[in-house]
C-alpha cells in the first residue's frame, strides 16, 4: 500500500531554517509528482509546493516563493522541503501527498512551529 512518512519538524526561531523529508513507498515514485501541503490550526490545507515526476519543473504557492525549495531523489524515493526565513505564519503541520491512479495519499504530517 501507498505509505508517505514525513520527518524533519520541530521548533524554530524566526529567520531559522528546516528541512522536512518524506519517504514513500508502495507506487512508482519516479512518475509520479510530488506535492507538500501544510494546514494551520483553524486554517483549510493549503499546497506549498509541488515538483514533477523528474523534478524538472516546480511550482510554490506564494508564500513559499524565494523561501522554500522543493527537491526530489527518485533513487531514494525521497521528497524534501527546504524551508529558510521562516515566519511564524509557517507555522503549521506539513504532510507530503502524492496522486497515483488518481486517487490522494497523504502522510501522517510533521509539525512546524515557528516561534522566539
Known amino acids: 500500500q501507498v505509505q508517505l512518512v514525513e520527518s524533519g519538524g520541530g521548533l524554530v526561531q524566526p529567520g531559522g531554517s528546516l528541512r522536512l523529508s518524506c519517504a514513500a513507498s508502495g507506487f512508482t515514485f519516479s512518475t509520479n509528482v510530488m506535492r507538500w501541503y501544510r494546514q494551520a490550526p483553524g486554517k483549510e490545507r493549503e499546497l506549498v509546493a509541488i515538483?514533477?515526476?523528474?523534478?524538472?519543473?516546480?511550482n510554490y504557492a506564494d508564500s513559499a516563493k524565494g523561501r522554500f525549495t522543493i527537491s526530489r531523489d527518485n533513487a531514494r524515493r525521497m521528497v524534501y522541503l527546504q524551508m529558510n526565513s521562516l515566519k511564524p505564519e509557517d507555522t503549521a503541520v506539513y504532510y507530503c501527498?502524492?496522486?497515483?491512479?488518481?486517487?490522494?495519499?497523504w502522510g501522517q504530517g510533521t509539525q512546524v512551529t515557528v516561534s522566539s
Open positions: 501527498s502524492t496522486r497515483p491512479w488518481g486517487v490522494d495519499y
Open positions: 515538483i514533477s515526476s523528474t523534478g524538472s519543473t516546480t
